[in-house]
């Protein structure tokens, strides 16, 4: 399985843990079972991210929310939304994942599963996240 199908299943288990606010064992076992997920490399690929990113979820939120409108909240902002910036931000971040890459990919699924405003709203938020953290220098 490539990345990227690898990526939209890190999406899926992160909506999952917005959605439920914890992720119990089993449930992560269940969600690999019912993705067919057998492959260790694509196991552990999730659990970093999934970890990951409740490992560093506060100073992720913190980010989004900096880059919000006036008068804007990130409880204002879908699930799905939420999600995929998390995503996005945590690979720029934490795995060097260079920007293009993972911006063109979570903009990718939010036209996949979210709204039609949804993939300008976020490739906006990780632009300006990007200009600010100087993140595209080395990408």
């Given at each position: 399985?490539n990345?990227?199908?690898?990526?939209?299943?890190?999406?899926?288990?992160?909506?999952?843990?917005?959605?439920?606010?914890?992720?119990e064992?089993?449930?992560?076992a269940?969600?690999?079972?019912?993705?067919?997920?057998?492959d260790?490399?694509?196991?552990?690929?999730?659990?970093?991210?999934?970890?990951?990113?409740?490992?560093?979820?506060?100073?992720?939120?913190?980010l989004?929310k900096?880059?919000?409108?006036?008068?804007?909240?990130?409880?204002?902002?879908?699930k799905?939304?939420?999600?995929?910036l998390?995503?996005?931000?945590?690979?720029?971040?934490?795995?060097?994942?260079?920007?293009?890459?993972?911006?063109?990919?979570?903009?990718?699924?939010?036209?996949?599963?979210?709204?039609?405003?949804?993939?300008?709203?976020?490739?906006?938020?990780?632009a300006?996240?990007?200009?600010?953290?100087?993140?595209?220098?080395?990408?």
């Amino acid at each position: 399985m490539n990345r990227t199908k690898s990526r939209e299943l890190a999406f899926k288990l992160l909506y999952e843990k917005e959605i439920q606010k914890e992720l119990e064992d089993e449930n992560l076992a269940i969600f690999y079972e019912s993705n067919e997920i057998e492959d260790e490399d694509q196991k552990e690929y999730l659990n970093d991210i999934l970890f990951g990113v409740s490992k560093n979820e506060e100073e992720l939120n913190d980010l989004i929310k900096k880059h919000l409108k006036e008068n804007w909240t990130i409880d204002r902002i879908s699930k799905v939304n939420v999600s995929l910036l998390k995503l996005a931000l945590y690979e720029m971040i934490y795995c060097n994942l260079p920007y293009k890459v993972a911006i063109n990919e979570v903009v990718e699924l939010a036209k996949k599963y979210s709204d039609e405003q949804a993939s300008s709203f976020i490739n906006g938020i990780l632009a300006s996240i990007v200009k600010e953290k100087s993140l595209g220098e080395n990408s």
